[in-house]
């Protein structure tokens, strides 16, 4: 073969260079996340793996094309104050994170999530929301965060946050909610995984606090309700109090800020210092007191503000351990950790202390219960102490009054005209116990004939009087009819005259 000459082989070498360089950026062209997706890093923006960053640039829309593979999405501090259906006009299956902070934002369209379905973490916080939409949020089955804080939010349909099965942490605080969403909370159906909602700095002035109470202890540890213009009252104090005494981080954390507004006060008052306080004079609540009454079946809850527990058991007041579910005798271990006791005896009543072992450190908890030595649901007849007494002692009044006012009339009217005296000889064999008036049946409708003593008749009841009793001189004027009292006349039975014999 002919020898290559120099220059030749120079032309050659180039050549193959070429292609060498070519192939290198077509195959890092391949490699690359930017490449691939056939657009590099939209204009103002910080590229980095399947991370993008366009924080702070000025940006008044969402820069398009986006890339299908990214992941997190960070538009915070611009000037994006609508973001419609169409922003992202493909499917972005990877994004699992939007940030859009700080933009002013003022209007969510109800379709502007329907292109992220597997979002786990949406931050909407500082913008300008007033009102959160009907399913507003239905399309992110799968979100966990989502950061609401610091708008200017004043309604919020009941139908927000349906379908947020796995939410964890809502924050709603900085905001102009004046109803507090007992919805979100209800039974626990709506959002079952929530473990944090923040409700601070809104304009809240009351609170359903029978039903907050009514709360597991790991969802009070996170709900945040300082900084609201609450009116002062008892039950607030003592829900705050319980709070307390449990160490819950909404209650201990924010001690400061949990205050309350009284008729009075030109300025608020913290709760905690209701107690003993005027007008309120609150009474701070015993913790976990529970009573019942022979028979019954109570069932002692294990309110512990842990999740994640990996086991717990009780002890009673006898010291007797009840670690599994069944236990035995009258107590038993429920599955979700409460405690039943069964047909409840007075030597049942005490301290019972139930002892969790979470994840990271364990908590014990004591309830105290109360076994009234009677049964509450007894026979029909069977009438309280205190009852029968009472209704004794107001019959007493009744029969005494009845006595008093009810007996009958003895006035000279019922009477009628007066029997003729009987004969002397029949005085010794008349009785001076006699009670009964021995009288003949006057005339109705007349008055009773007036009676003069006379000196030589006998007295009442045949007695003979003895001697007389003198007649006074016939007198005329308003006195004339003023009658000498006889003091031998028998009036009763009860006369001290000896009976003659």
Not at 259 to 268: E, M, S, V, Y
Request: neutral net charge.
């Amino acid at each position: 073969p002919r020898p290559q000459r120099p220059c030749e082989a120079a032309g050659q070498s180039a050549a193959m260079g070429g292609v060498g360089a070519a192939l290198a950026g077509l195959l890092l062209a391949l490699l690359s996340p930017w490449g691939a997706a056939g657009g590099g890093c939209p204009p103002r923006c910080v590229c980095a793996s399947n991370i993008l960053s366009c924080s702070q640039a000025a940006l008044s829309a969402v820069p398009a094309p986006l890339p299908r593979f990214t992941a997190v999405l960070d538009l915070s501090h611009n000037n994006v104050t609508r973001l419609r259906a169409d922003w992202a006009p493909g499917r972005l299956a990877h994004l699992h994170a939007l940030l859009l902070s700080h933009n002013g934002l003022s209007f969510v369209s109800t379709e502007a999530f329907a292109h992220v379905p597997h979002l786990r973490h949406l931050d909407l916080s500082s913008n300008r929301l007033r009102a959160l939409e009907e399913n507003l949020f239905s399309d992110l089955a799968e979100l966990e965060v989502l950061l609401l804080y610091n708008n200017e939010i004043s309604s919020v349909d009941r139908t927000a946050f349906e379908n947020l099965a796995r939410l964890r942490k809502l924050y709603l605080g900085q905001n102009r909610i004046a109803r507090f969403p007992l919805e979100l909370l209800r039974d626990g159906s709506r959002l079952p995984q929530l473990a944090l909602l923040d409700l601070s700095a809104n304009r809240l002035r009351s609170l359903p606090v029978g039903e907050l109470q009514a709360l597991p202890a790991w969802l009070r540890d996170r709900l945040y309700l300082h900084g609201n213009p609450l009116a002062c009252d008892c039950p607030l104090f003592q829900l705050v109090a319980r709070g307390r005494r449990r160490r819950l981080s909404a209650v201990m954390d924010f001690q400061e800020e949990l205050r309350c507004l009284l008729p009075a006060a030109p300025a608020p008052v913290g709760i905690l210092a209701l107690a003993g306080r005027q007008p309120l004079n609150c009474s701070e609540a015993r913790e976990a007191v529970l009573e019942g009454h022979l028979g019954d079946t109570v069932t002692l809850s294990c309110d512990t503000r842990l999740r994640g527990v990996r086991s717990r058991h009780w002890v009673t007041p006898g010291g007797e351990r009840v670690l599994e579910e069944g236990g035995n005798g009258s107590a038993a271990l429920l599955a979700n950790g409460s405690l039943q006791l069964r047909a409840l005896r007075p030597e049942d009543a005490g301290t019972y202390a139930c002892w969790v072992a979470g994840p990271l450190l364990n908590e014990t908890l004591y309830v105290e219960l109360l076994v009234h030595n009677f049964t509450l649901h007894g026979p029909h007849d069977t009438l309280n102490t205190a009852y029968t007494t009472l209704v004794g002692c107001i019959l007493s009044v009744v029969l005494v009054l009845i006595y008093l006012y009810l007996t009958p009339c003895r006035c000279c009217c019922c009477r009628g005209a007066e029997k003729p005296p009987a004969p002397r000889d029949d005085s010794i064999n008349s009785s001076v116990l006699s009670a009964t008036p021995n009288h003949a049946a006057g005339v109705p409708g007349e008055p009773c004939p007036s009676r003069s003593a006379s000196a030589t008749g006998p007295g009442q009841n045949g007695r003979f009087k003895v001697g007389g009793t003198p007649q006074p001189p016939p007198q005329h004027g308003p006195k004339a009819q003023r009658k000498v009292s006889d003091p031998d006349s028998v009036s009763s039975v009860f006369s001290d005259t000896p009976i003659v014999v």
